[in-house]
């Protein structure tokens, strides 16, 4: 036998003082009905008396000292039990286009989509994250990693200070991250993308490669950046062409806790299985004697 809570069995060396004043109890009760009631019927009601005293003693003692057991989660036996470990894989793709560089976003389009990412990536846990950038720095700046650290470090290292590259250059990471995403996760199931952008890069001829990372099972999550108009409404769209979420930022609204609930409910890649064997947990037998000793207790006729 072994214990969940062996610390608790210290408690046990209590019940020795418990009986300790109940014999005291039973004792007191005893003189005080020798010198109060002489006759000898009353002398055998007075025996009915200390007995019916001394079974809710018991009782009580009992059903300490069985609560008192099961709280030390008393075990024996095993079990076969399964466990797994579930992630999601998320790619974040940041836009560093001279536009983010703009401040109708404070501090700045740039700076904004930098602090979203970096409150984000302190409430995940286990997530696999992996930082692309497109338009003026275009790549994967990171792999898939556990290393939230050096996300948030890269992406204050990468800012838009180039400018943007020739080419349909958001349309590019789509099929990029699409490509990773694949390569990178076993299956369908937990797989996301994060993109933040101000939308200047967002055109129609975005869709095609929208859909197609829907058809790859990745879900979509687009955050806009900056004042709303045509832009706005192109990233819009591109989430809708994704079968996504489309979130703004604007110049004082916190973005991403939206994204974070989403994921919550997501289904979550499974990592691995194990099989282990597990003690069988016994305290409800204590529970329940510790129960019902206290029942018996309180209905034993007085």
Same mark, same amino acid.
């Given at each position: 036998?072994?214990?969940?809570?062996?610390?608790?069995?210290?408690?046990?060396?209590?019940?020795?003082?418990?009986?300790?004043?109940?014999?005291?109890?039973?004792?007191?009760?005893?003189?005080?009905?020798?010198?109060?009631?002489?006759?000898?019927?009353?002398?055998?009601?007075?025996?009915?008396?200390?007995?019916?005293?001394?079974?809710?003693?018991?009782?009580?003692?009992?059903?300490?000292?069985?609560?008192?057991?099961?709280?030390?989660?008393?075990?024996?036996?095993?079990?076969?039990?399964?466990?797994?470990?579930?992630?999601?894989?998320?790619?974040?793709?940041?836009?560093?286009?001279?536009?983010?560089?703009?401040?109708?976003?404070?501090?700045?389009?740039?700076?904004?989509?930098?602090?979203?990412?970096?409150?984000?990536?302190?409430?995940?846990?286990?997530?696999?994250?992996?930082?692309?950038?497109?338009?003026?720095?275009? *790549? #994967? $700046?990171?792999?898939?990693?556990?290393?939230?650290?050096?996300? %948030? @470090?890269?992406?204050?290292?990468? &800012?838009?200070?180039?400018?943007?590259?020739?080419?349909?250059?958001?349309?590019?990471?789509?099929?990029?991250?699409?490509?990773?995403?694949?390569?990178?996760?076993?299956?369908?199931?937990?797989?996301?993308?994060?993109?933040?952008?101000?939308?200047?890069?967002?055109?129609?001829?975005?869709?095609?490669?929208?859909?197609?990372?829907?058809?790859?099972?990745?879900?979509?999550?687009?955050?806009?950046?900056?004042?709303?108009?045509?832009?706005?409404?192109?990233?819009?769209?591109?989430?809708?062409?994704?079968?996504?979420?489309?979130?703004?930022?604007?110049?004082?609204?916190? *973005? #991403? $806790?939206?994204?974070?609930?989403?994921?919550?409910?997501?289904? %979550? @890649?499974?990592?691995?299985?194990? &099989?282990?064997?597990?003690?069988?947990?016994?305290?409800?037998?204590?529970?329940?004697?510790?129960?019902?000793?206290?029942?018996?207790?309180?209905?034993?006729?007085?």
């Amino acid at each position: 036998m072994t214990f969940g809570a062996p610390n608790l069995l210290s408690l046990m060396l209590l019940l020795p003082a418990l009986a300790w004043l109940m014999a005291l109890d039973l004792l007191r009760s005893r003189r005080a009905h020798q010198i109060a009631i002489p006759k000898a019927r009353d002398k055998q009601l007075n025996t009915r008396s200390l007995q019916t005293k001394l079974i809710q003693h018991a009782t009580l003692w009992c059903a300490v000292a069985a609560l008192i057991f099961a709280s030390s989660r008393p075990q024996w036996g095993t079990a076969q039990a399964t466990t797994g470990t579930t992630r999601m894989s998320l790619i974040v793709a940041l836009d560093l286009s001279p536009s983010m560089k703009k401040k109708d976003t404070a501090p700045s389009r740039w700076q904004r989509a930098v602090q979203e990412i970096q409150s984000f990536l302190q409430q995940l846990k286990g997530d696999r994250v992996a930082l692309m950038t497109f338009d003026g720095e275009m *790549g #994967l $700046q990171c792999p898939f990693t556990q290393d939230y650290t050096a996300i %948030r @470090e890269l992406a204050w290292h990468h &800012k838009p200070t180039r400018p943007p590259l020739p080419g349909q250059a958001l349309s590019d990471m789509l099929r990029r991250a699409k490509q990773i995403i694949e390569k990178r996760t076993s299956n369908r199931a937990g797989r996301a993308m994060l993109i933040l952008s101000d939308g200047t890069s967002a055109s129609p001829s975005l869709f095609p490669s929208a859909r197609a990372l829907k058809k790859s099972g990745t879900h979509l999550f687009v955050v806009g950046l900056g004042a709303t108009g045509a832009n706005q409404q192109q990233l819009r769209q591109l989430a809708t062409a994704a079968g996504g979420d489309y979130i703004h930022v604007d110049a004082v609204g916190f *973005g #991403l $806790q939206r994204v974070l609930s989403s994921l919550q409910f997501m289904q %979550r @890649e499974e990592v691995k299985k194990q &099989k282990s064997s597990q003690k069988t947990e016994r305290f409800p037998i204590f529970l329940m004697l510790g129960i019902g000793f206290l029942l018996g207790n309180r209905l034993w006729p007085h």
